[in-house]
């Protein structure tokens, strides 16, 4: 048995946790730029408390999942303000701008340089500016991950930047910071965090320690997330919530994915409106319907089919639940929390055969607990649509 097992170098989970960020940050340098998400405001009363011990304090907002411009942008503008620390308060995308940045400040040249697929590929030499990540929705878990996805919407794909380097000093997760997340935030975020639960489980890179954080939050999960979505200010589920997606960033980057980020990463190039909660929730359903179906007929004494038994079992609360349980409840909590469906941003039939081999050469395909086929793959997508 051998496993490796990195996070961040420290994380503080809780209500009013977010106090703990200024005083940190005083500590790792003067000049810290902050980096937020579409509602800068939400960042007002921590810059306020920055600015009140004296820190020299540059505001960035992202208006959505980053791209190549935006890094650009933002890298010329944190390398002017002469930024020494880099805080990331809000959703995945100001979370993933924010370690982008802090890699390239402590790096030289620019994003090509070190971008998977489409870019040089070259390794990180140095670790990155230090980095406070401070989700306020739960569920990317990136606060806890070693790599950011980049869009490049002339190649219609979306890569990453990848490297041990990249994780956070400190991991701030309040819950309280959640509160005021919409319904919609609230499913698509914990639907993604359910992914990353349930795909690290069954991944054939799974390890004990993943295995506890995926037990752990699928519980929080499976009792949480349909009352978070219909009553916001429950305290509790939205604390549950915050765990559930820390512990899916913890799994995610210490184990494998599978099928849904495979095909939820191609998908985000192709559909640039698409939010990447949006396209896991939609395609978990059907990935976990065709792996057991490709599991039973191709590989059935694959460890990866207990796994399903016991997540269902766990999700749904009832012990003796069967894999097929665990789809139909993952089915009822997606029309319960209205996810939509591909066509909704312009998905069509079409468009599958050209998918299906750019979903295959991911990544993320490497970790399903078996290949899926090209027709098992397509099926998916038409299904989704």
């Known amino acids: 048995m051998q496993f490796e097992f990195a996070t961040a170098a420290r994380i503080v989970f809780g209500p009013g946790a977010r106090r703990e960020v200024a005083p940190a940050a005083a500590a790792f340098g003067q000049r810290v730029l902050v980096v937020s998400g579409r509602r800068p405001d939400a960042a007002e009363p921590l810059a306020a408390e920055l600015s009140a011990l004296r820190l020299l304090v540059a505001r960035l907002s992202v208006a959505g999942e980053p791209d190549v411009e935006a890094i650009s942008t933002g890298l010329a503008q944190a390398r002017a303000a002469g930024a020494e620390v880099v805080v990331a308060i809000g959703g995945g995308s100001a979370l993933d701008t924010g370690k982008t940045l802090a890699a390239l400040l402590a790096n030289p040249g620019d994003l090509f340089d070190y971008l998977e697929g489409v870019g040089r590929g070259r390794a990180l030499a140095r ?193 003796d639940a069967t894999p097929a349980d665990g789809v139909a409840w993952l089915r009822g909590l997606a029309a319960e929390l209205r996810v939509p469906n591909l066509a909704t941003y312009g998905l069509t039939a079409a468009d599958v055969p050209a998918l299906v081999p750019l979903a295959q050469k991911a990544n993320s395909m490497r970790g399903n607990p078996l290949p899926l086929t090209d027709a098992e793959v397509a099926a998916i997508l038409d299904e989704a649509l």
């Open 127 to 319: 670790p990155s500016a230090p980095l406070i990540a401070v989700p306020t929705t739960a569920g990317t878990g990136a606060e806890v991950t070693r790599n950011a996805v980049i869009a490049v919407p002339d190649r219609r794909v979306k890569v990453s930047l990848r490297s041990p380097h990249m994780l956070a000093r400190l991991a701030v997760v309040d819950p309280e910071l959640t509160y005021s997340a919409p319904p919609a935030v609230t499913a698509s975020a914990g639907l993604d965090a359910l992914t990353q639960l349930i795909e690290p489980f069954v991944s054939n890179a799974a390890n004990p320690l993943t295995d506890a954080v995926c037990r752990e939050g699928l519980r929080r999960a499976g009792g949480a997330l349909r009352r978070a979505y219909h009553n916001g200010a429950d305290h509790e589920a939205r604390a549950d919530m915050a765990l559930a997606g820390l512990c899916s960033g913890l799994a995610l980057a210490n184990a494998r994915l599978g099928a849904v980020h495979g095909l939820a990463g191609p998908l985000g190039g192709w559909l640039p409106a698409a939010p990447h909660g949006a396209l896991c929730a939609r395609l978990l359903t059907g990935v976990t319907a065709a792996n057991l179906g490709a599991l039973r007929a191709r590989a059935p004494d694959n460890p990866a089919l207990a796994r399903y038994a016991e997540a269902a079992q766990i999700l749904t609360g009832h012990p």
